[in-house]
């Protein structure tokens, strides 16, 4: 199976902050790769696939760049409404596979 | 708007069976393909499998925690999903996602992406 490292596990930032979040996979995903946002006691939420095309209604301050091993989310300007977990997930092949997750945190 | 509304959750004993139901809404069910997700509690999401949509084979997928235990199937005329779930162990404890995988095409391939969830469903496995 192919894993997925993020890195860091948690961050604590300020509005106004840029934010970034590193997924690392074990091999090469070349662009397979999706990030989800998930609010405390909420259902996950997609933000960005194909590692950085934006779904439909996400915020523009939210960026995916990266190809193969190494797939990066940006938040240019952290909202208030942004502090929540973030997971990457890997669909190069089944099994897929998520990240540990990253919390940011005020 | 998409609904996913998972019901059949609730306290089971180790080595025992559940099956818990996803019924969709206001999608074309019947071509979707869907999987599903489950978070263990206080702890990040692990990918269960997932089910093609019968146009495209039906095949199943499923990560290795749960092959053999677990079995994703539908029932397009009621546009229901189910997970069958056996030899239950308390690592499934869990509160479990129904999704829809969303399939996007580019230059580069097509893509897969779990665009729409359910508000999950909790299964306990303890004695």
């Known amino acids: 199976d192919i894993q997925m490292t993020q890195s860091p596990s948690s961050l604590s930032a300020s509005v106004g902050d840029r934010v970034t979040i590193t997924c690392r996979a074990s091999?090469?995903?070349?662009?397979?790769l999706n990030w989800y946002q998930q609010k405390r006691g909420k259902a996950p939420k997609l933000l960005i696939h194909a590692a950085s095309s934006l779904q439909s209604g996400v915020p523009s301050r939210f960026s995916g760049s990266g190809s193969g091993t190494d797939i990066t989310l940006t938040i240019s300007s952290l909202q208030p409404e942004d502090f929540a977990t973030y997971y990457c997930q890997q669909t190069y092949t089944t099994p897929w596979t998520f990240g540990q997750g990253t919390k940011v945190e005020i | 708007e998409v609904q996913l509304v998972e019901s059949g959750g609730g306290l089971v004993k180790p080595g025992g069976s559940l099956r818990i139901s996803c019924a969709v809404s206001?999608?074309?069910?019947?071509?979707?393909?869907m999987s599903w997700v489950r978070q263990a509690p206080g702890k990040g999401l692990e990918w269960v499998g997932r089910?093609?949509?019968?146009?495209?084979?039906?095949?199943?997928d499923y990560a290795a925690p749960v092959k053999g235990r677990f079995t994703i199937s539908r029932d397009d005329s009621k546009n229901t999903l189910f997970l069958e779930m056996n030899s239950l162990k308390t690592e499934d404890t869990a509160v479990y996602y129904c999704t829809t995988i969303g399939i996007y095409g580019y230059s580069s391939g097509w893509y897969e992406g779990i665009d729409h969830w359910g508000q999950g469903t909790l299964v306990t496995v303890s004695s």
């Open positions: 206001e999608f074309p069910f019947s071509k979707a393909w």
């Open positions: 091999q090469n995903i070349s662009r397979y």
């Open positions: 089910i093609k949509s019968k146009t495209d084979g039906g095949a199943t």
